[in-house]
T-cell receptor, first 110, second 113 residues
Framework: KNEVEQSPQNLTAQEGEFITINCSYS?????LHWLQQHPGGGIVSLFM???GKKKHGRLIATINIQEKHSSLHITASHPRDSAVYIC????????????FGTGTRLQVFP | GAGVSQTPSNKVTEKGKYVELRCDPI?????LYWYRQSLGQGPEFLIY????????DSGLPNDRFFAVRPEGSVSTLKIQRTERGDSAVYLC???????????FGPGTRLTVL
């Protein structure tokens, strides 16, 4: 079993829909990252969080440390949101090593 | 300002050859990370540097892989005796300091024939 699991693996939506992507992890962590990867490979950091909730534009990330679970929400989805969304955790201990999930492929249709 | 750059963008080599992949981090960033991403998978950690020293190299798969960052800026990932299984996109990221947001480069696609 992977230490970081994402669901769903693939997601399709109509423009305007509310999107939720989930990330569960089995290790103790000190922080969790949400990343976006567009076709062609470029990765952009969306959020880094260790507790609570963060919001940036139409994106919201939440984390529940006790339940070892995080969600990424996209409100009013748009075709340009189509990408792979990757969850990565920084495990506890004296290292900045990240453990990545396999990603969720999102396609938003007009 | 300039982001993280990686060269070459594509590298095709033959099994058994030696390759070097270069990463130029954002100026002033003290932490630098190397990852490997196989098709359809999430990135996999290889090594990270804080300054000139490797802070954690636990992700390097075997002793054919080595990375350096001699002046605390540019880093080179070196792979000896390449194998077909080394084919992947090699990603570099940098951060102002460790334990902060990471900025990723475009990657180097390595193909070992």
């Amino acid at each position: 079993k992977n230490e970081v699991e994402q669901s769903p693996q693939n997601l399709t939506a109509q423009e305007g829909e509310f999107i939720t992507i989930n990330c569960s992890y089995s290790v103790g962590i000190s922080a969790l990252h949400w990343l976006q990867q567009h076709p062609g490979g470029g990765i952009v950091s969306l959020f880094m969080l260790s507790s609570g909730k963060k919001k940036h534009g139409r994106l919201i990330a939440t984390i529940n440390i006790q339940e070892k679970h995080s969600s990424l929400h996209i409100t009013a989805s748009h075709p340009r949101d189509s990408a792979v969304y990757i969850c990565a955790v920084r495990s506890g201990g004296n290292t900045d090593k990240l453990i990545f999930g396999t990603g969720t492929r999102l396609q938003v249709f007009p | 300002g300039a982001g993280v750059s990686q060269t070459p963008s594509n590298k095709v080599t033959e099994k058994g050859k030696y390759v070097e992949l270069r990463c130029d981090p954002i100026s002033g960033h003290t932490a630098l990370y190397w990852y490997r991403q196989s098709l359809g998978q999430g990135p996999e950690f290889l090594i990270y540097f804080q300054g000139t020293g490797a802070a954690d190299d636990s992700g390097l798969p075997n002793d054919r892989f080595f990375a350096v960052r001699p002046e605390g800026s540019v880093s080179t990932l070196k792979i000896q005796r390449t194998e077909r299984g080394d084919s992947a996109v090699y990603l570099c990221a940098s951060s102002l300091i460790s334990y902060n947001e990471q900025f990723f480069g475009p990657g180097t696609r390595l193909t070992v024939l």
